[in-house]
């Protein structure tokens, strides 16, 4: 079953403003992953925040994790066109070490 | 340059051809995994090795194959394909760290778009 949901499913912004895509999940976590995937192109990690981690933070990228809600945001501040891409979030598996499930993705376009 | 390469880019195959998948990882980790991407849907793991050793087959049907023979290859070998098997196949690579995969980051190669006609 799926694990993550990322929210909104499309985002469109223009450049300078700052982008926000949630991720709920249902089952307890160990950590949770953000990654980024460009049109045509394989996934590139982003962060991963562990579930006794409640912010990290990498260059205009800011992740937040809620294990009481649990639920995530990846915040991107200053959107740059080269932001277009979509979105995902992981989790890994309870019934797995080495497994980790995705959700749908965001598709951001951001506008010149 | 992700570290993870993958060959061919694209593959256009009919229904009785066989045909196999490679990853290549130049980033010395030992753990491998592929992954299909198709359309308005989540990506699906398939399989995961670790250190050459298969630890996750994720009921995919026998027509996938796959085969490590060492830490740095990965194939993916086709056979009698079928028209829903059209996506994208993704190669990643993690390092086994703290018995598992899914707690470290792991790195993708760009993928075989494949088409069954």
């Known amino acids: 079953s799926q694990q993550g949901e990322e929210d909104p499913q499309a985002l469109s912004i223009q450049e300078g403003e700052n982008a926000t895509m949630n991720c709920s999940y249902k089952?307890?976590?160990?950590?949770l992953q953000w990654y980024r995937q460009n049109s045509g192109r394989g996934l590139v990690h982003l962060i991963l925040?562990?579930?006794?981690?409640r912010e990290k933070h990498s260059g205009r990228l800011r992740v937040t994790l809620d294990t009481s809600k649990k639920s995530s945001s990846l915040l991107i501040t200053a959107s740059r066109a080269a932001d277009t891409a979509s979105y995902f979030c992981a989790t890994d598996a309870a019934d797995s070490s080495y497994k980790l499930i995705f959700g749908s993705g965001t598709r951001l376009l951001v506008r010149p | 340059e992700t570290g993870v390469t993958q060959t061919p880019r694209h593959l256009v195959m009919g229904m009785t051809n066989k045909k196999s998948l490679k990853c290549e990882q130049h980033?010395?980790?030992?753990?491998m995994y592929w992954y299909k991407q198709s359309a308005k849907k989540p990506l699906e793991l398939m399989f995961v090795y670790s250190l050459e050793e298969r630890v996750e087959n994720n009921s995919v049907p026998s027509r996938f194959s796959p085969e490590c023979p060492n830490s740095s290859h990965l194939f993916l070998h086709l056979h009698t394909l079928q028209p829903e098997d059209s996506a994208l196949y993704l190669c990643?690579?993690?390092?086994?760290?703290?018995?598992?995969?899914?707690?470290?980051?792991?790195?993708f190669g760009d993928g075989t778009r494949l088409s069954i006609l």
């Open positions: 089952t307890s976590i160990n950590n």
């Open positions: 925040i562990r579930s006794n981690e």
């Open positions: 980033l010395g980790h030992n753990a």
């Open positions: 990643a690579s993690s390092q086994d760290f703290e018995a598992g995969g899914n707690n470290q980051p792991q790195h």
